[in-house]
């Protein structure tokens, strides 16, 4: 059955969605240079990176008949406190369910969920090939440029898998105007109730 962006809605994660998500995440890891984590992380850990991301950041899933598509979440550009309006953001996408429409609609969510933290700088770290191979392409980069997103740096044979030398792409976007004295950012718990009312996804 063909899966349509109308049909697809978002929610936000909890620790039981772990196996799914996990099972998302896994082939990338396994079968492509899209990560370059090495090993397949246990369930209880994978669930720990989801509790631990939303004491501060959005974790969303795309979800269809009851189904989870893809997810997304943010996660701290840097520690150091003047990056508090920097976020750094992931998404990952059912292999067999991409170029649906899935990921445009997950980023523009977690957006819209990050301005109201007053999160105003959103940064991806993205895997990239000299030429495109069976590990990966170079779709990343288009879909985060289609998305609004610019190169910020490009960092040359630093990551190292499957016997390959591959580059790091840094790319970014601005959620909204730099002021000389901006708001003060928001933790993801303080602003939940506020986007819950604005309807960017459910509990459910």
Known sequence: M?????????RLAKTEDAEA???????YITDT????????????????????TLERFPYLLAVSQGKILGYTYAGPFHSRAAYNWAAE??????????????????YQTLEKTL?????????????CPHREDEYLSRDSL????????????HFHQC??????????????KSLGPHPSA???AKSFPEVRSRAEKLRLFSEE
């Open 182 to 184: 901006p708001k003060e």
């Open 89 to 106: 953001a992931s998404i990952y996408i059912d292999r067999s369910h991409r170029q649906k429409g899935i990921g445009k609609k997950l």
């Open 33 to 52: 240079a899209v990560t370059f984590e090495y090993e397949v992380p246990a369930l209880s850990e994978f669930q720990e990176r989801i509790s631990h």
């Open 21 to 27: 998500l996990l099972n998302i995440y896994a082939p």
């Open 115 to 127: 301005a109201l933290q007053s999160i105003l700088n959103l940064n991806v770290c993205i895997a």
């Open 142 to 153: 288009r879909f985060h440029k289609k998305m609004g997103f610019h190169t910020a740096g």
């Open 159 to 172: 990551g190292y898998k499957f016997g390959r030398w591959y580059d790091m792409v840094w790319m970014e």
């Open 2 to 10: 063909t899966t349509k962006e109308q049909d697809i809605a978002i």
